[in-house]
């Protein structure tokens, strides 16, 4: 079976410090990586995915991701936060062959003045 | 190129009543998924079609919900009757097959937003 643990629910952050969201998953099988966003009444935008090659991947909107296998970790992280990044980040793994994503609980990011 | 568009976008029910949400996929997407986030929990898989088959119905929370695909394109998700643990977004999403350009990526639409009263 596959899990995605979000280690914080609520992380806040003042506008332009750099911020790190964390991931872990753990799956017997190969996956596919994802990190996606949610703002106010809004649906799930897709910020960026690992699917392989270079572990360091780049998003939308300045965030960037690394996959570590040795730490099954996938961490999302931005050098310098907006306010308007503020919103819900979903960690998200999928399956090899394509079949059903799993989420992780979510970590709300407050941006601050 | 359009989305996954879900409709309505937000619907308010009384308990007991029937409510129908409706799926879009992108054009040519096979795969069809229905997710449900309730109010402060995760994001829940409910199930899965490829075109119009049922792939897996696992998430399905109890026979109160009903999903169809007629036709392998629009998906429709029934709820009857609803009750107030009903409230929540309901996801949709699409992709394409494994193998099939983009079929590791999973696009979600906006949500349906439904509360129960």
């Known amino acids: 079976a596959q899990s995605v643990t979000q280690l914080d629910s609520q992380v806040p952050v003042f506008e332009e410090a750099p911020v790190e969201l964390r991931c872990n998953y753990s799956?017997?099988?190969?996956?596919?990586l994802f990190w996606y966003v949610q703002y106010p009444n809004q649906g799930l935008q897709l910020l960026l995915k690992?699917?392989?090659?270079?572990?360091l991947v780049k998003g939308i909107n300045g965030f960037e991701a690394e996959f570590n296998k040795s730490q099954t970790s996938f961490h999302l992280r931005k050098p310098s936060v907006h306010i308007s990044d503020t919103a819900e980040y979903f960690c998200?793994?999928?399956?090899?062959?394509?079949?059903?994503?799993?989420f992780g609980a979510g970590t709300r990011l407050f941006v601050k003045a | 190129e359009a989305g996954v568009t879900q409709f309505p976008s937000h619907s308010v029910i009384e308990k007991g009543q029937t409510v129908t949400l409706r799926c879009d996929p992108i054009?040519?997407?096979?795969?069809l998924y229905w997710y449900r986030r309730v109010m402060g929990k995760e994001i829940k898989f409910l199930l899965h079609?490829?075109?119009?088959?049922?792939?897996?119905e696992s998430g399905m929370p109890n026979n109160r919900f009903l999903a169809e695909r007629t036709g392998g394109t629009y998906s429709t998700l029934k709820v009857q009757p609803a009750e107030l643990e009903d409230s929540g977004v309901y996801f949709c999403?699409?992709?394409?097959?494994?193998?099939?350009?983009?079929?590791?990526?999973?696009?979600f639409g906006e949500g349906s937003w439904l509360t129960v009263v």
């Open positions: 999403a699409s992709s394409q097959l494994p193998g099939q350009g983009t079929g590791n990526t999973i696009y």
């Open positions: 799956s017997s099988v190969s996956v596919y």
């Open positions: 690992y699917l392989s090659g270079s572990t």
């Open positions: 998200a793994v999928t399956l090899w062959n394509g079949f059903k994503t799993i």
């Open positions: 054009s040519g997407h096979d795969n």
């Open positions: 079609f490829v075109k119009e088959s049922k792939q897996d």
